[in-house]
């Protein structure tokens, strides 16, 4: 039965790893995911943070001949180039997770991001959450968010630490085109449009800031520096 | 760089496509490349390329193009035959040979290959064509593609007429053999008489599908309401969004997503999936 848990092959692990120098229990639960991946999922308060980390790990020095580690909230997906290599590298990254002494990567940046709030949804937003539109944008504007993902398109951000009473559903019905720069609130995550796409969020703001742009990178070694943001990173917004 | 091909007509869609790109998920780009990679590498193989240089890929219906200087070419894939060419099969064709890809119903993506492969630089470490991030060029009537001196050709001046792929590498889609399945991150979210369904059920792809994900028509598979965070894809994860209507997330799709995923389609049989016309049923099995 594929559906039983005989098929997965989960683990569960506490071990103590230094981050930012203080000695911490890394929690984790894997899970096969296909025929070359795992899925890890990291448990406690520095979830997120232990996902980013390790991905930026893992990237910066392949040690394990992964193919790509792509984190998203508490999650961490690693994949191999086959199985062969999956079934045969696997137990060595755990094993490897259990031992690792995470550091925050000292490339993680804060980023101040500019928003002139200005968005389609916005009064209704504030309506839909009994709130006045100014204590709606000083309550958008109070965190310190965290890049949980990039994802739905290049270079868009999911950000988590959304005050709760700002929450507001999807809309039901998306709209076909939204604009790059748009700032929205989706359910629990604040986000920024990076291209010109199809999208559900509530529509708050914009911001003049480039999330992902070809033209910043002309050759291959500073691909990177198409995105403004990666997973981990923190983002405060200011208001124009 | 020598130019070599001048497209006549589009046909459908064809864009340039290799094997895709790795590592980049993380910033949200997918991996891309040929929705076949079996056919891509094949094409690549019969002209002396590199198995994963970018080639020409067909959607389905095909299209038109003229060669631009003597050279060896292979069409290998589904959705149309080459006109001057056997499918499955390398030819050294003189300069100003037009060759016409005619719709067949059997199949979506033909790969034409070309020795020496075609020149594209590379975004992201792959020359594959990601339109919605405005990565690759959108091709037109009358371009030119040139040549690529980089991609290591073998010499072939031994085989004149041509090669031909082994009986194994060459495929037929009319029919699609049973697709293996591993179990998804949510398969436990399923009752065993959704996995059933998923298992017993003759699938077709439904005409709401393309490169970013396949829709799957012959019913629909029912999972329990419940909150779910985004977390990472897999090409070839079959998801259940809350109408039951399974969707196999393909090449271009999205990197994060926030439907259960019931299961996984094996590597070797997502290069057949890519190839199920509307119409062409197909099974499942579990691995």
């Avoid at chain 1, 270079?155 to 700002?166: A, H, I, Q, T």
């Avoid at chain 2, 799957?216 to 070839?236: C, H, K």
Wanted: glycine letters at 10%; hydrophobic letters at 40%; a negative charge.
């Amino acid at each position: 039965m594929p559906h039983s848990r005989e098929n997965f092959v989960f683990a569960s692990r506490a071990h103590p790893a230094s981050f930012e120098g203080v000695q911490e229990a890394i929690r984790f639960d894997w899970q096969r995911y296909g025929p070359r991946a795992a899925m890890i999922a990291f448990q406690g308060e520095q979830a997120e943070t232990w996902a980013a980390a390790l991905a930026d790990k893992l990237h910066a020095a392949p040690p394990h001949q992964i193919l790509d580690a792509t984190p998203a909230f508490e999650k961490l997906l690693v994949e191999y180039d086959n199985q062969s290599t999956y079934e045969r590298r696997i137990s060595t990254l755990i094993e490897w997770m259990e031992m690792a002494e995470f550091s925050r990567d000292p490339t993680i940046k804060s980023h101040t991001i500019p928003v002139c709030y200005n968005g389609e949804d916005l009064l209704s937003a504030a309506e839909q959450v009994g709130m006045r539109v100014d204590d709606f944008i000083s309550l958008h504007l109070a965190p310190t968010y965290r890049v949980a993902l990039l994802g739905f398109s290049p270079g868009f951000p999911y950000l988590s630490g959304l005050d709760s009473r700002l929450h507001i559903p999807r809309r039901a019905v998306p709209r076909p085109s939204i604009p790059a720069g748009a700032v929205g609130i989706g359910g629990n995550l604040t986000g920024i449009y990076s291209l010109p796409t199809p999208g559900g969020w509530n529509l708050i703001g914009t911001t003049s800031a480039c999330l992902f742009d070809l033209s910043r990178c002309p050759s291959p070694d500073t691909a990177e520096s198409a995105f403004l943001l990666r997973a981990g990173d923190s983002v405060k917004f200011v208001s124009l | 760089m020598n130019p070599v091909l001048e497209i006549i007509s589009l046909g459908l869609g064809v864009t340039i496509q290799d094997l895709g790109r790795r590592g980049w998920k993380r910033y949200g780009i997918p991996p891309g490349g040929a929705m076949d990679r079996h056919s891509l590498q094949i094409a690549n193989r019969l002209v002396g390329n590199d198995a994963a240089a970018p080639a020409l890929e067909w959607m389905m219906h095909g299209g038109k193009v003229r060669l631009l200087c003597d050279a060896r070419v292979a069409v290998a894939g589904g959705g149309s035959i080459a006109s001057k060419l056997s499918a499955w099969r390398s030819e050294h064709l003189a300069a100003g040979t037009i060759i016409e890809l005619r719709p067949s119903p059997f199949g979506l993506w033909s790969y034409l290959a070309i020795e020496g492969g075609i020149a594209e630089p590379d975004l992201f470490g792959s020359a594959s064509a990601y339109a919605r991030a405005g990565m690759g060029r959108i091709l037109t009537r009358g371009d030119v593609l040139f040549c690529d001196s980089k991609v290591s050709t073998e010499l072939l001046s031994d085989w004149p007429g041509g090669r031909l792929a082994t009986w194994d590498d060459q495929r037929f889609f009319g029919k699609l053999p049973s697709l293996s399945l591993w179990p998804g991150p949510q398969s436990h979210w399923f009752s065993a008489a959704a996995w059933s369904l998923l298992l017993d059920c003759e699938w077709t792809i439904s005409p709401r599908s393309d490169r970013t994900g396949f829709r799957l028509a012959g019913s629909r598979i029912s999972v329990a309401d419940r909150e779910m965070v985004s977390e990472p894809v897999l090409t070839g994860s079959i998801q259940i969004p809350p109408g039951g209507e399974p969707i196999v997330t393909m090449r271009d799709g999205p990197t994060v997503g926030g439907y259960p995923k019931i299961a996984i389609v094996d590597d070797q049989s997502l290069d057949w999936l890519a190839q199920a016309a509307p119409g062409v049923g197909f099974r499942f099995n579990s691995l």
